[in-house]
Nanobody, 131 residues
Framework: QVQLVESGGGLVQPGESLRLSCSAS????????IGWFRQAPGKDREGVGC????????LYADSVRDRFTISRDNAKKTVYLDMTNLQPEDTAIYYC????????????????????????RGQGTQVTVSS
């Protein structure tokens, strides 16, 4: 059974950092690109960033570039989202997901990765940034 579970969310003050984890089971994480998304109340889903399989190259939304970093440890079957200098506008539920385009699983993130179809996703973890 394919499963993704996020953890690490919480309440932080502006300027602080958090590390989110996305633990995978039921499939071989190595072969999949993983996307991180977030959704705030009343707002559309936003693609935060994507990390490719293999090379581990990552792409980021303009809103988080230079503050967020995605990494992966395939041996631990985990993808990480390191978030620094968090701001109130980063408040949202964050979740990770596998991606596909048509019948093809996404292995490499491309510029429009956030438009790919979400395959499996976790339940999300709440991040709240408030003073």
């Amino acid at each position: 059974q394919v499963q993704l579970v996020e953890s690490g969310g919480g309440l932080v003050q502006p300027g602080e950092s958090l590390r989110l984890s996305c633990s995978a089971s039921g499939f071989t994480l190595d072969y999949y690109a993983i996307g991180w998304f977030r959704q705030a109340p009343g707002k559309d889903r936003e693609g935060v960033g994507c990390i490719s399989s293999g090379t581990g190259n990552a792409l980021y939304a303009d809103s988080v570039r230079d503050r967020f970093t995605i990494s992966r440890d395939n041996a631990k079957k985990t993808v990480y989202l390191d978030m620094t200098n968090l701001q109130p506008e980063d408040t949202a539920i964050y979740y990770c997901a596998t991606l596909s385009q048509g019948m093809q699983v996404t292995t490499t993130c491309h510029r429009l990765w956030h438009q790919n179809t979400i395959g499996s996703r976790g339940q999300g973890t709440q991040v709240t940034v408030s003073s």
